[in-house]
């Protein structure tokens, strides 16, 4: 029977270099300037996710908040270890902070001007908990991360920032919105930049969280 799959498989490839594509040619760009026209932002994809598809992405922002949850419920009973993994070595040290610092402006700049270029909430958020996985495996000790979550109320942010963002979900799908803004300024997309903002914060946060609880209970790794 393998003679069988290799054929279908030759057959479909071939299918996909002769026949034509199904999509007009000029659909995907007619599609991509009536998103952009109706957000106000040349970031299609920044507008379906906060506009056009809203309501999914406000269940995407609740799925990630109960994960961080259930990680939190799951660990809870579990002995925390006493072993913390780190880097020791100087070179590794400098490198993984520099990669902090240009992951933290990188997932700044994400948060600020997704709407207007590549990126967004999320991929800033990625970037912003890439930061603080890199500075936890430098740290001196677990209990300085600890201590700094702790200072800086991040957990507290988190939840703030989540509220604010289903609040303001709400108010666009029941039919309100900001003025757009002039087309391609960083002050244009209506409430867009805000809900960026805010899954950024949000992703940031919970990443930091998330990574405690790797620190606490698994040593980090």
């Given at each position: ?123 800033a958020g990625v970037a912003g908990g890439t930061a603080i996985g890199l500075v936890a495996i430098t740290a001196a000790s677990p209990d300085w991360m600890q201590a700094s979550y ?72």
């Open positions: 029977m393998i003679w069988v799959y290799l054929v279908a498989g030759v057959l479909f490839f071939m299918k996909m270099l002769i026949l034509p594509d199904p999509v007009g040619a000029g659909g995907e760009l007619a599609v991509v300037d009536a998103i952009a026209a109706d957000t106000g932002i040349p970031n299609a994809v920044s507008g379906i996710i906060f506009r056009n598809r809203l309501y999914d992405t406000i269940f995407e922002v609740v799925v990630f908040t109960i994960a961080i949850m259930g990680g939190k419920y799951l660990l809870a009973d579990e002995t925390p270890v006493t072993t913390f993994h780190r880097f020791t070595d100087r070179p590794s040290i400098v490198l993984a902070r520099l990669g902090a610092t240009i992951a933290a402006l990188v997932g700044i700049e994400l948060a600020i001007r997704g709407h207007l270029s590549p990126g967004g909430g999320f991929a702790e200072r800086w109320q991040a957990a507290a942010w988190e939840k703030v920032s989540v509220l604010i963002f289903i609040a303001l979900a709400v108010f666009t799908l029941v039919g309100g919105e900001l003025p757009l803004g002039q087309f391609g300024t960083l002050l244009s997309g209506g409430i867009i930049p805000i809900l960026n903002i805010l899954v950024a914060l949000k992703v940031a946060l919970g990443s930091w969280a998330v990574t405690l609880l790797f620190i606490r209970y698994r040593g980090l790794l």
